[in-house]
């Protein structure tokens, strides 16, 4: 079946130590996105990638870097997690976000612990 | 600012009908998207508004009143499963979505 893969599921890391979660998608779709979610929250956007056009959400700490090395991979880097870093981080594709159906495909997201 | 309103809890009794409301203030209408998401995983799309009116789809049907700002997400026949958070999420004229906090729907025996 066509779908989003998030790795790890969930990861533990310590303060400041570097973290990387992926994300690969079958379903041959244009744009992939990654959100942080708290508990409770609203998903938030913090990029996403139309192609190979990166797009920076203007509230997006520096600490947050991604990388989309071609269609089908996308990853995200914590470069120094700090304790309010801890959140599930979706990853989302969708085949256009200039159209009013652009539905969402979500991965099952990977859940991170600060220590 | 754009702002997206949800109450945060629901509870509900099996087998019955609930309606969890959406009303949003934001730059511009580009349609308005429900999803589903059970604890602990990821949202799942479950339906998309555009025109005023119902859009029914099996057990979940959802209305929208764009002179109005408000949708709202009506589950009949409600099952245990159905326990879950539901997101109201509207795209603004800039194709960006803007997301509510969710409902957390608690249904019981």
């Known amino acids: 079946d066509a779908m989003v893969i998030q790795n790890p599921r969930y990861q533990v890391t310590q303060f400041g130590k570097p973290v990387t979660l992926s994300c690969s998608q079958t379903?041959?779709?244009?744009?992939m996105y990654w959100y942080q979610q708290k508990s409770s929250q609203a998903p938030k956007l913090l990029f996403h990638?139309?192609?190979?056009?990166?797009?920076n959400e203007a509230d997006t700490p520096d600490n947050f870097q991604s990388r989309r090395p071609n269609t089908s991979f996308c990853f995200l880097d914590i470069r120094s997690p700090g304790l309010g870093d801890a959140a599930m981080y979706l990853c989302?594709?969708?085949?256009?976000?200039?159209?009013?159906?652009?539905?969402?495909?979500f991965g099952a997201g990977s859940r991170l612990t600060v220590l | 600012g754009q702002n997206i309103d949800q109450p945060t809890e629901m509870t509900a009794t099996e087998g019955a009908i609930v309606q969890i409301n959406c009303t949003y203030q934001?730059?511009?209408?580009?349609?308005l998207f429900w999803y589903q998401q059970h604890a602990g995983e990821a949202p799942t799309f479950l339906s998309y508004?555009?025109l005023d009116g119902l859009e029914e789809k099996g057990r979940f049907s959802s209305f929208l009143s764009r002179s109005k700002g408000y949708s709202y997400l009506l589950l009949k026949e409600l099952q245990m499963k159905d326990s879950a958070s539901y997101l109201c999420?509207?795209?603004?004229?800039?194709?960006?979505?803007?997301w509510g906090a969710g409902t957390k729907l608690i249904i019981k025996p």
């Open positions: 989302a594709t969708s085949r256009d976000p200039g159209t009013g159906a652009n539905v969402l495909t």
């Open positions: 379903l041959n779709h244009n744009v």
């Open positions: 990638y139309y192609d190979k056009d990166f797009n």
């Open positions: 934001t730059s511009g209408f580009n349609g």
């Open positions: 508004n555009v």
């Open positions: 999420a509207v795209l603004d004229s800039n194709y960006q979505l803007i």
